[in-house]
């Protein structure tokens, strides 16, 4: 059983425009909800994180929002910009801890 | 600073054949787990060390696999018999003693099983 599931599997969004990925979770024993951004021939890398204890977290362009009674968080981007094209994941474990239960990815296209 | 590095960046091998990923993560990172993404389908958890000892091998698809940590540095991921699902990209990632702390993830390895 998949833990976190996330959509969409692709997007394409215009440069300056905003870029929407959701996840959702099962467990509600998740108490950290990281966002991974991977650019093609390279290894995942921690974009922004966030904790259950509030609903929203930003950081420059890149916002998260977390709905907990719903089971639900999800990324926006601002001002998309063609640099952001790369693969985006959602992930979901245990505070302190780095056993990550990944979503199966979002491959962003930002076009100039 | 080195990030994490893995060895091969890419292997393709016959079904039946044996195959070893290499990880070296950063130094001194006490932790150091194993991943695989199979085809387009989410990044699974294989293992976790602590330093040489096995923390969590919950993750491992079954006894084909085996995974080791030589003296809690590199660590070493064998595949015998290589099946064909055993194909995907297998990524390391490592990170230091303690709570809270980021996973810094290697580039992977992308094993095709032919």
């Known amino acids: 059983q998949q833990q976190v599931k996330q959509s969409p599997q692709s997007l394409i969004v215009q440069k300056g425009g905003i870029s929407i990925i959701n996840c959702a979770y099962e467990?509600?024993?998740?108490?950290?909800f990281p966002w991974y951004q991977q650019f093609p021939g390279k290894g995942p890398a921690l974009l922004i994180a966030?904790?259950?204890?509030?609903s929203e977290k930003k950081e420059g362009r890149f916002t998260i929002s977390f709905n907990k009674s719903a089971k639900q968080f999800s990324l926006h981007i601002m001002d998309s910009q063609p640099g952001d094209s790369a693969t985006y994941f959602c992930a979901a474990t245990l505070y302190n801890f780095n056993k990550f239960y990944f979503g199966s990815g979002t491959k962003l296209n930002v076009k100039p | 600073e080195a990030g994490v590095t893995q060895f091969p960046s890419h292997s393709v091998i016959e079904k039946g054949q044996t195959v070893t990923l290499r990880c070296d993560p950063i130094s001194g990172h006490d932790n150091l787990y194993w991943y695989r993404r199979v085809m387009g389908k989410e990044i699974k958890f294989l293992l976790h060390f602590v330093k040489e000892s096995k923390q969590d091998e919950s993750g491992m698809p079954n006894n084909r696999f085996l995974a080791e940590r030589t003296g809690g540095t590199y660590s070493t991921l064998k595949v015998q018999p290589a099946e064909l699902e055993d194909s995907g990209v297998y990524f390391c990632a490592s990170s230091p003693q303690g709570g809270n702390t980021e996973a810094f993830f290697g580039q992977g390895t992308r094993l095709t099983v032919v």
């Open positions: 966030i904790r259950p204890d509030v």
């Open positions: 467990n509600t024993a998740f108490d950290y």
